[in-house]
């Protein structure tokens, strides 16, 4: 670039143009073959070498300086395409690559995805913070309804090895807000069943109901399929359910079991 910034100066200004031509006319008249020499061939053979050329003067490097710029007046076109080559080389901005993982690169690890869903730790009490009951039984604090029938529900949890925390939810209520009716759950009993134990929910109303609990080992949540009870009175006495759920689905069991989401315990 310096060389063609050199050579646009010379070229630009009529003197210093001038002046160049002169050079170049001077150095054509200076390489044009000297004429044959009329000595003998043997002296032309043992004419003495000449002496090494003294350094070079002033004068001299300005004739060189010349050539140079002559070469690249010359030249030009291969200079340009080179020049522009070096100047989109150094211009360049380096590409930069997408973001995400390479398939070179192991994904890290996200810090919000590890802390997202803490690991889980056994509640030391219930959800209305009171104690869990010693033996199976209901938990304080908690209001009990649809207490004015003759029915009973059993709930087995002797197959299970983990600790429940359970719910009788009544199905009866239906929603009418929406184009489909849409059963309304309300909690109606809260209780506590120990590893290996059961428990007996006495003078339940008739209705429509089902279960559904917590593993306090694993915080997995279940629900039952959904069961009736029936209460009837005839001159002979009141015919009424009497119905037992076994926790989980194990062999021979009575109930079958489904997922059940946080919001909907």
């Not at 010349?66 to 360049?92: C, D």
């Amino acid at each position: 670039m310096a060389l063609i910034n050199v050579s646009y100066q010379v070229l630009s200004d009529t003197l210093q143009r001038a002046e160049h031509d002169r050079w170049i006319a001077q150095q054509e008249r200076l390489v044009k073959p000297a004429p044959s020499s009329s000595w003998p061939r043997q002296h032309a053979q043992t004419q003495p070498q000449a002496p090494s050329p003294p350094a070079p003067s002033a004068p001299a490097k300005a004739g060189a300086m010349r050539g140079l710029v002559s070469h690249v007046l010359s030249n030009w076109l291969w200079y340009g395409i080179a020049g522009i080559v070096m100047w989109s080389w150094a211009t360049s901005t380096p590409s930069i690559p997408p973001v995400g993982p390479k398939p070179y690169q192991a994904s890290p690890v996200s810090t919000r995805a590890a802390t997202a869903r803490p690991a889980y730790v056994k509640p030391a009490a219930a959800p209305n913070g009171a104690p869990w009951p010693s033996a199976a039984g209901y938990v304080k604090g908690y209001e009990r309804l649809n207490t004015n029938g003759l029915s009973t529900v059993t709930v087995d949890n002797s197959r299970n090895d983990s600790e429940v925390f359970v719910k009788l939810v009544n199905l009866n209520l239906i929603s009418l807000d929406t184009a489909q009716a849409v059963p309304i759950p309300i909690s109606v009993r809260q209780f506590y069943i120990p590893v290996h134990e059961s428990f007996v929910l006495k003078n339940v109303d008739a209705g429509k109901y089902d279960i559904r609990y917590r593993d306090l080992s694993s915080g997995g949540l279940s629900r039952s399929e959904a069961f009736s009870l029936t209460e009837v009175h005839t001159s002979e006495g009141a015919q009424f359910s009497n119905v037992t759920m076994t926790l989980y689905k194990v062999k021979n069991g009575n109930m079958e079991t489904f997922g059940l989401a946080e919001a909907d315990f």
